[in-house]
């Protein structure tokens, strides 16, 4: 369920450390999210992968078509 949850929701970001979202980073190939001092801008790799979770929006049809398919067997069953 949490795995599920973690797909649906965008808050999995901010719950991620530096490392972890740095690897999401890379794996989309997101840029310049580095500083001068050496450390990740947290702010624009989660900015960048929202974007990326909003351009495919594709998954809550789905989600939403796979509910409407459970009400529907279970309405004709009772």
């Known amino acids: 369920m949490k795995n599920l949850l973690d797909f649906v929701l965008v808050n999995k970001y901010y719950r991620m450390n530096d490392g972890r979202l740095e690897e999401e980073a890379h794996r989309w190939n ?43 067997i279970v309405s004709l069953i009772f």
Request: hydrophobic share 45%; charged share 20%.
């Open 30 to 72: 997101i840029r310049s999210y580095g500083n001068s001092n050496g450390t990740i801008e947290r702010q624009i790799i989660i900015d960048a992968l929202l974007k990326k979770d909003n351009a495919n929006n594709s998954r809550y049809a789905i989600i939403i078509s796979v509910i409407a398919i459970f009400i529907s």
